[in-house]
Structures are given as structure tokens and as C-alpha cells.
């Protein structure tokens, strides 16, 4: 099924040296708003700095992937020191593709990790790459969110009740 992730983790943070061992991930695809940081935030999310540090010295390769301006996206991806495309164009498959190509490395060894299953989860699947979905640090209130949660939990059983809309 094409909305369906190969993975589902509690968040990005939960992806460590065991998983990318037993799974043989070399790269990581990474989305931006909701997976390393709060929509519209200037800032990566408590722990994330750190994780990043912790792939850089496993030797994964990472990219962020976003449907984002590159006006949004450079500013924190320079901070994280991270390489990135804008305007992904997710669910379509050239960002992610782009970026595959870009890291060197095969589909099979990648990873396209992210908190939405219209877009980062479909453009993996759709480009043949295994896919982790991960819940959002917290939930927006703002009503397009919400009703984006509310539409992907009629095709993906999502449980928020430990998360806090914000």
C-alpha cells in the first residue's frame, strides 16, 4: 500500500545505531517542519542537534527533503549542518530522487523519514525507498492540521493522546 510506512517510530530521535545496523541504512532523507523542527520554528527541536551528531559519527549520510522555501528551509538546514532541496515537491519522488543521487548512495541502503504520510511517506514509497513514519514533536492547532491529521487517520490508525496541540 502506497500510504503505508515500512517503519513507524515515536520520532526521528528514535532512530539509533541498532535499527540502522539491523536495517542496513547508510543515508537518511530527512523532512524538515514536524520531524527535526515545530513548523514555521527557527530552531530544531530539544535533542535533535545531538542525534544529528550521533549519525554524522555512525558515517550516515543525511539530506533534508522539504516542501518548503528555500527562504524556511536554508536558515535551520545551515544551522543543523545539513545539506537540503526546497520546494521537494513531495508526494512526487524528484526530491527524494535528487537526493539519493546526491548522497551516492542506493535506494535499498535509504532510508525517507518524516511525519506525513501524504507526502514524505508517498514520495518514499512511490520512489521505491523504504519509509519511516514518525509523530510530530507536537500537534499544530492551526485547522489545516488538523484536518490533514484528521484526513490521514482515516487511511493510518495515528494515536496523539500523549501529544499536545500547540
Known amino acids: 500500500m502506497l500510504f503505508k510506512p515500512t517503519f513507524w517510530l515515536k520520532?526521528?530521535?528514535?532512530?539509533?545505531?541498532?535499527f540502522l545496523k539491523k536495517n542496513k541504512v547508510k543515508a537518511l532523507v530527512l523532512d524538515m517542519d514536524n520531524t527535526l523542527s515545530m513548523h514555521g520554528d527557527p530552531k530544531a527541536e530539544a535533542g535533535v542537534e545531538e542525534w544529528l551528531d550521533k549519525m554524522r559519527k555512525l558515517g550516515i549520510k543525511m539530506r533534508v527533503v522539504s516542501n518548503n522555501t528555500t527562504?524556511?528551509?536554508k536558515p535551520l538546514a545551515g544551522m543543523l549542518g545539513l545539506e537540503f532541496t526546497a520546494n521537494g515537491a513531495k508526494p512526487l519522488t524528484f526530491?527524494?530522487?535528487?537526493?539519493?543521487?546526491?548522497?551516492?548512495v542506493r535506494k535499498r541502503e535509504t532510508l525517507v523519514v518524516g511525519d506525513q504520510i501524504f507526502t514524505d511517506i508517498l514520495a518514499g514509497n512511490l520512489a521505491g525507498i523504504r519509509t519511516v513514519?514518525?509523530?510530530?514533536?507536537?500537534?499544530?492547532?492551526?485547522?489545516?492540521?488538523?484536518?490533514?491529521?484528521?484526513?490521514?487517520?482515516l487511511v493510518f490508525k495515528r494515536d496523539y493522546s500523549d501529544l499536545e496541540w500547540k
Open 95 to 104: 526530491g527524494v530522487n535528487r537526493a539519493v543521487k546526491s548522497m551516492g
Open 11 to 18: 520520532s526521528v530521535l528514535s532512530i539509533d545505531e541498532k
Open 133 to 153: 513514519l514518525v509523530e510530530p514533536f507536537h500537534l499544530e492547532n492551526k485547522w489545516t492540521f488538523r484536518l490533514k491529521r484528521t484526513v490521514e487517520g
Open 71 to 73: 527562504r524556511r528551509v
